[in-house]
């Protein structure tokens, strides 16, 4: 068993930054990869970037040259720093981990972006 727990979301001004942690615990493998996404009010959940335990990273066009994803892999922790908030960067943020052909989820968190 697996469990993510996220933590880092808040509120922020346009044009500021916030680092979101994803901690995961439990039966993790060597290979894996873990990675964000973020579902909007009213809007499908969109992928933002993914990472690898080899630290090969991939971002989404848009927050892409914004928003950096990287790994620890002693503590089985993913971050994606965020900067350069944007009010279209509200959303819930959640990560997963995928591994052995299965996903695990965290439980989501609030990044509002407002004046």
């Known amino acids: 068993q697996v469990q993510l727990v996220e933590s880092g979301g808040g509120l922020v001004q346009p044009g500021g930054s916030l680092r979101l942690s994803c901690a995961a615990s439990?039966?993790?493998?060597?290979?894996?990869?873990m990675g964000w996404y973020r579902q909007a009010p009213g809007k499908q959940r969109e992928w933002v970037a993914a990472?690898?335990?080899?630290?090969?990273?991939k971002y989404a066009d848009s927050i892409k040259g914004r928003f950096t994803i990287s790994i620890d892999n002693g503590k089985n922790t993913v971050y994606l720093q965020m900067n350069s908030l944007k009010p279209d960067d509200t959303a819930v943020y959640s990560c997963?981990?995928?591994?052995?052909?299965?996903?695990?989820w965290g439980q989501g968190n609030q990044v509002n972006v407002s004046s």
């Open positions: 997963n981990l995928a591994q052995d052909g299965k996903i695990y």
């Open positions: 439990g039966s993790i493998f060597r290979n894996n990869a």
């Open positions: 990472i690898t335990s080899a630290g090969s990273t």
